[in-house]
């Protein structure tokens, strides 16, 4: 039996959430992803819609509330740190149950004291996330390469506001995959190898 938690941090359009599904059913374990706004929602008072939303982008506000958390931490935050709070003790409680996928959310730095995680970080290049987009997601409304860029800005912002560490750094992960070049089978391969 399978007996750690892998986190899966990914670029947009890297495929990351398809090669965490398979894994998740490779290993007979499951995969949260989209799955965790739910408890965020229970968890936060706040509404799932607002959650997705903001789960892994930093609004505007955000960047400033830390100054204002320093001296009463519950008063004064804002939706990002109280999307963050519940985010992070969902996280953990998932973490407790048992082996398990987590995909984003900063799960990687939550869980970097455990000693049963596997961090791993998913990648491609332009070409291949902009041509996965379109044909996987759907993704029309803007040009791809918008798309990946302000998705992945976001997605950088967010970790690095609530981590202070650099997003896709390879140092904060135990494992970095290519998926343009390996391919999203080969990389499910890696993972449940480890």
Request: neutral net charge.
């Amino acid at each position: 039996m399978y007996n750690k938690i892998i986190t899966i941090g990914r670029e947009f359009g890297s495929g990351g959430r398809t090669i965490a599904k398979k894994v998740a059913e490779k290993l007979s374990i499951p995969c949260y992803d989209s799955e965790i706004i739910d408890e965020v929602a229970i968890k936060s008072g706040l509404l799932k819609e607002e959650i997705a939303q903001k789960g892994e982008h930093l609004s505007a506000s955000g960047k400033m509330s830390t100054i204002f958390t320093l001296y009463n931490l519950y008063s004064n935050m804002t939706k990002d740190d109280i999307i963050w709070h519940a985010q992070k003790k969902v996280i953990e409680e998932l973490a407790e149950k048992g082996p398990c996928i987590i995909v984003g959310r900063c799960a990687d730095y939550i869980l970097r004291e455990r000693n049963d995680v596997v961090k791993v970080f998913v990648y491609a290049d332009k070409e291949t996330r902009s041509e996965r987009i379109v044909k996987i997601y759907g993704e029309k409304d803007d040009s791809p390469e918008k798309r990946i860029k302000d998705k992945d800005k976001k997605r950088a912002a967010y970790y690095e506001h609530f981590t202070e560490m650099t997003w896709g750094d390879p140092e904060h992960y135990d494992i970095c995959l290519n998926s343009g070049k390996l391919g999203i089978d080969k990389c499910v391969e890696i993972i449940t190898s480890l």
